[in-house]
């Protein structure tokens, strides 16, 4: 229980991903609460466990099938634990906030792994919803002053309308969503880079390495920004602080998005695209030069791949 002048900090994740961990939590949650429900829930997210160790199949296997196979059993699931809420509640509220997240992030990862296979836009869009919804989420139950920082790539940040992605294959993001819902509320903060490393695969299932990020082309954003001849430094970008930068800004160019994986030798068509960086982001932070992350662990816990094939 917090006292006046006391705050909590917690850790969440947004992204859809490691359905399998979900399906465990939603089950553990029910062995200790209903024990009748936990052997529902095991019979019930069995059809999609089993694909669990290559959830993209998945998605071929409905595709091809024509149906969704195992929509029904995990949408069934949620609906059975929203009904059960006022009674699970009354136990511990925070235990059934995250064993209803688990369970609506299984429901979204069934949805996705269908979706991947009818269009990168519909795919992508869906996972960037499922984002959104969970920070909500988090938000309403963390009360009426709790804020929230979140760390994402930039394809997930900025504002998905001034961008191709947004513009050329109608898909959205987190950013977008954010600012839609939350006005000026929202700050969206973007990173760039000249050169420097980066800790990315080369491919799917591939592993980490520190990889050297090429220099920026000559007609992106990041070699404007580079140009100006300084180490790192903070944009601010918001109307009515630096309206000539701006505006300057504001022209589409090309913008450098590097996610999960980086492929220099085809840098151009793999990871840049045409944007507004002054009106994606609120405040852009400039690194002239970048280094990689170093992980606090290597170890590796298996299962499906991140968003395969369309994470960022």
Known sequence: METPGQ?????NRLDLYNMTASIGEVVSYLDRVDKDAAIRARNRYACISSWSQEPSAYGRASLSQGYALCEKPVIRMLVDLLE?????????????????????????????????????????????QHMFNTLQNIMTQSGPTSKAVVWAHNSHIGDAR????????????LGQLCR???????VLIGFGTHTGTVAAASD?????????????????????????GSERFLL????????????????????????????????????????SLANQYDAFVWFDETHAITPLSTTSVGGEDEMFPFGL
């Open 84 to 128: 059960k809420e006022l009674e699970y509640c009354k136990m511990d509220g925070f235990d059934f906030f995250e064993a209803k997240q688990n369970a609506r992030l299984v429901a979204s990862a069934e949805r996705y792994y269908r979706a991947m296979y009818y269009g990168a836009h519909e795919s992508w869009n869906l996972r960037d």
């Open 7 to 11: 705050f909590s900090v917690a850790i």
């Open 236 to 275: 601010d970008l918001r109307a009515g602080r630096h309206d000539e930068v701006r505006q300057a800004l504001s022209k589409p160019r090309l913008e450098r998005y590097i996610g999960v994986i980086y492929r220099p030798e085809t840098e151009r068509w793999s990871h840049y695209s045409y944007a």
């Open 204 to 228: 799917w299932n591939a592993p980490m390495e520190r990889k050297q990020i090429r220099p920026s082309l000559s007609d992106s954003y990041e070699s404007l920004l580079h140009d100006v």
């Open 180 to 186: 839609q819902a939350y006005g000026r509320s929202a």
């Open 162 to 173: 001034f961008t191709d992605m947004g513009k050329e294959r109608s898909e959205l993001n």
